[in-house]
């Protein structure tokens, strides 16, 4: 049972560590808000993870099934959502930076936690990965839902402690920034959102 605690929270870790719309945005928060607001983003991944995680262990066959039924119009549908906020995210580049300019950069809100958790969902297929991450560390996903409750809760606390240290190294980054580099940044990170929104949009639009 330690093994697989310890295995769950590395599972935590590696689902958070790729680059993905989520990172960009606990990027964007972290840079431009603090530490605060990066982490409150990179918690709406951890409630993603945990998501996809128990799917993994008590629904795959029937989540597999629903994503292969409607695969177009889930990349559609993420893809709008993505894309929107990362328009968003363009649009309103200057508006964080106005903490910063009051010199008040741990401004967050509910918001920050909610938008990743949208771009979380809109991936469904993550998944996917997430089981593929419990067959490598070896997982029995066909146990007890007794025995698979800690493992799961330290997947949480893996991945809320990673995003926890991403946002703090990217918070001290940003207070050595200025303003207007820092919007350049905002403006980056919303065109890849817009972007990934895009490029998920017309894959779906082709599997149709």
């Known amino acids: 049972m330690p093994l697989d605690i310890l295995k769950g929270f590395l599972i935590g870790i590696c689902a958070s560590v790729p680059l993905?719309?989520?990172?960009?945005?606990?990027?964007?928060k972290s840079l431009c808000n603090g530490h605060k607001a990066g982490f409150i983003t990179g918690l709406g991944a951890t409630t993603v993870d945990t998501t996809f995680a128990l799917l993994a262990i008590f629904a795959l066959s029937y989540a597999q099934r629903l994503i292969d039924a409607h695969e177009g119009l889930v990349m559609i549908c993420g893809g709008i959502v993505v894309a929107i906020i990362g328009m968003t995210v363009f649009f309103n580049a200057r508006e964080p930076l106005l903490h910063i300019e009051q010199d008040n950069c741990t401004s967050?809100?509910?918001k920050d936690y909610l938008?990743?958790?949208a771009v979380g969902y809109s991936n469904p297929g993550a998944v996917l990965v997430?089981?593929?991450?419990?067959?490598f560390f070896g997982i029995d996903t066909q146990l007890s839902g007794f025995h698979l409750a800690p493992v799961v809760i330290a997947l949480s606390?893996?991945?809320a402690s990673y995003?926890?240290?991403?946002s703090w190294a990217l918070s001290r980054v940003g207070k050595k920034l200025n303003v207007?580099?820092?919007m350049f940044i905002n403006r980056i990170a919303g065109v890849a959102l817009a972007l990934v929104g895009a490029f998920l949009v017309v894959r779906g639009l082709l599997v149709f």
């Not at 993905?20 to 964007?28: D, K």
């Not at 995003?163 to 991403?166: A, Y």
């Open 20 to 28: 993905g719309p989520i990172a960009i945005l606990v990027l964007q």
């Open 180 to 182: 207007k580099v820092l």
């Open 130 to 135: 997430m089981f593929g991450l419990f067959a």
């Open 115 to 117: 938008k990743a958790v």
């Open 157 to 159: 606390l893996g991945s």
């Open 108 to 110: 967050f809100t509910i």
């Open 163 to 166: 995003w926890f240290c991403f």
